[in-house]
């Protein structure tokens, strides 16, 4: 059985596949409607069960189209109207249920051990929809965005301003797998956990964190940032802010990148704080593209997970 619940707990030759499975998947239904079934129906009479315990707009309707397109069916259960959430079942008791319904689970939860706790449990393959910890559906959208635009990663430079948090963790990982240059501008503060920088450092990635945002931009192939204020995330806001103040990307900052660099958000955003306007609407901004990929490479994830 195959959870995707990080990239670095898959081999690298996998998560090529992976990529490169959604790439041609998505080629080959190009004339199709958006909510058309894929002619193989690969996925007849399989359920994947969803469960948030945090918002969402991106992964809940993404994962929706991803089913309904490999000829699936879903069941979505809400924490705050089931027993699981209200705490009178247990973990264990909720996922040998779920196993009895569904043939996977895709789940966004508030703590990472949560989550490990509940795949521990389950009798069918797991998919991180989100912790506090990393969002490796998300981070694989944008590698395939970025390989669909600019050919393959591979020694690329990808330049990340902000918030040390859970995109970042999983984009650290991805340096590794998909061996891209990654260069981490942030305060001191809010660094990514040293733990996984030094993982990332022993197995030869090519990643450095500086506290200087021009540098890290500096002509890099991609700019990527995040909200600075992430769900759940209990901070002093105002305080937060201040200190990511000069990491924002805006104007400035694009014109020290490559001519044609892009740039990436896996949103939701807030405009005018970690990325101005003028870069989210220009025309290097490929945030839409990266909201579309993540159908396509979740149903990548969800097929390699039940082969
Ligand atoms: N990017 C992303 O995961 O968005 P949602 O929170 O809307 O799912
Ligand atoms: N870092 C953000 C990502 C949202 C998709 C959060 O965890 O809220």
Redesign the pocket.
């Given at each position: 059985m195959k959870n995707f619940i990080n990239i670095a707990d898959v081999d690298k030759k996998e998560l090529r596949k992976i990529i490169d499975h959604a790439k041609s998947q998505k080629e080959k239904r190009s004339k199709l409607r958006k909510s058309a079934i894929d002619s193989e129906k690969p996925l007849a009479g399989k359920t994947l069960v969803m469960i948030f315990e945090?918002p969402?707009t991106?992964?809940r309707l993404s994962f929706e189209l991803a089913m309904k397109q490999l000829g699936g069916e879903l069941l979505v259960l809400n924490p705050k109207e089931s027993h699981y959430g209200s705490g009178d079942e247990s973990i264990h008791d909720t996922a040998k249920v779920l196993s009895q319904y569904g043939d996977i689970v895709m789940m966004r939860t508030q703590r990472h051990k949560h989550f490990l706790e509940f795949s521990k449990y389950l009798d069918i393959p797991i998919i991180n929809g989100?912790t506090?910890l990393s969002?490796p559906c998300?981070v694989m959208s944008d590698i395939m965005t970025f390989e669909e635009l600019k050919g393959p990663i591979q020694n690329k430079k990808i330049a990340w301003l902000g918030?040390g948090?859970?995109?970042v963790y999983s984009l650290i990982e991805s340096a590794v797998k998909f061996n891209f240059e990654l260069a981490i501008a942030c305060p001191k503060k809010f660094r990514p956990e040293e733990k996984i920088i030094k993982w990332a450092k022993k197995n030869k990635a090519k990643i450095w964190i500086t506290k200087d945002p021009f540098e890290a931009a500096n002509l890099a192939d991609c700019v990527m940032t995040?909200?600075w204020i992430?769900?759940?995330?209990r901070v002093n806001e105002k305080k937060k802010k201040k200190l990511l103040k000069p990491y924002q990307v805006n104007k400035k900052i694009m014109k020290l990148a490559k001519e044609k660099a892009i740039f990436m958000h896996?949103?939701?955003a807030s405009r005018g704080e970690e990325v101005t306007n003028e870069v989210m609407d220009g025309k290097q901004s490929v945030v839409w593209l990266e909201a579309l990929n993540r159908i396509h490479v979740q149903k990548s994830i969800i097929q390699w997970c039940l082969r």
């Open positions: 945090k969402s991106r992964t989100l506090n969002h998300q918030d948090n859970n995109i995040d909200k992430s769900m759940g995330d896996c949103l939701p």
